[in-house]
């Protein structure tokens, strides 16, 4: 199980200040939506030419434009990139195929997604990973039927949404690949405190 640092809603300078606190403590480090937006895919190569080392995943959140897209996220040097499980089939198989060419990861984001038979379709297109992401807006969700839902299926699980040291033990028991936390360490008082106890956390689990 890994863990993976979101830098969402910070400048250019902080997600670099952050990333140097707490680097040896993450599995893999997410620039957000928000950060390339206002930054570009420039920082994330930037952080990957510093950590070439440690996974770069850029949230690009794809919903169109499957192939560019995802040949420019890559071409900057990302490891991992999202397209949006809403988005048409094409445009998340064209990223799949893109990512395949690359030898890198795509992440579905299951964001907002009510209808589970779509599980069926992400298979079809070869897809291997996704993310049950509780949205900014959503944090009341009730996320129990999904997790329950793709334990039948074997995709590489992604988890995010309001993770920190305190609900973590409610992640953990759905066994997923990757912890994706932001806030839970970017906001907290002791930035490295808390990846150390959310790494080790994650590390000593047992079920
Ligand atoms: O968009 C995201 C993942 O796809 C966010 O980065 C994720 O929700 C983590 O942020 P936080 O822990 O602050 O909720």
Do not use: W
Not at 105 to 133: C, Y
Request: net charge negative; aromatic share 8%; hydrophobic share 40%.
């Amino acid at each position: 199980m890994k863990l993976q640092i979101a830098l969402d809603r910070l400048g250019y300078d902080e997600c670099f200040e952050i990333t140097s606190e707490v680097h040896e403590h993450v599995d893999i480090i997410e620039v957000g939506t928000g950060v390339i937006k206002e930054y570009g895919l420039g920082i994330v190569r930037d952080l990957k030419t510093k950590y070439p080392d440690i996974s770069i995943l850029a949230d690009v959140k794809i919903c169109d434009a499957g192939k560019s897209e995802s040949e420019k996220s890559f071409e900057y040097l990302s490891d991992l990139i999202t397209v949006m499980a809403l988005a048409d089939i094409n445009t998340v198989r064209n990223c799949q195929e893109v990512a395949d060419r690359f030898g890198k990861t795509l992440v579905v984001d299951l964001l907002n997604i009510k209808d589970f038979s779509l599980l069926d379709h992400l298979k079809e297109a070869g897809v291997r990973a996704v993310s049950l992401h509780v949205g900014k807006d959503q944090r009341e969700a009730d996320m129990k039927p999904a997790y329950d839902k793709l334990k039948e299926y074997d995709f590489d699980l992604f988890v995010a949404g309001g993770i920190n040291e305190d609900n973590l033990k409610e992640y953990l028991k759905f066994e997923p690949d990757v912890v994706i936390v932001g806030s839970g360490i970017t906001q907290a008082k002791d930035k490295v405190d808390a990846a150390k106890t959310l790494k080790s956390a994650i590390s000593e689990f047992r079920l």
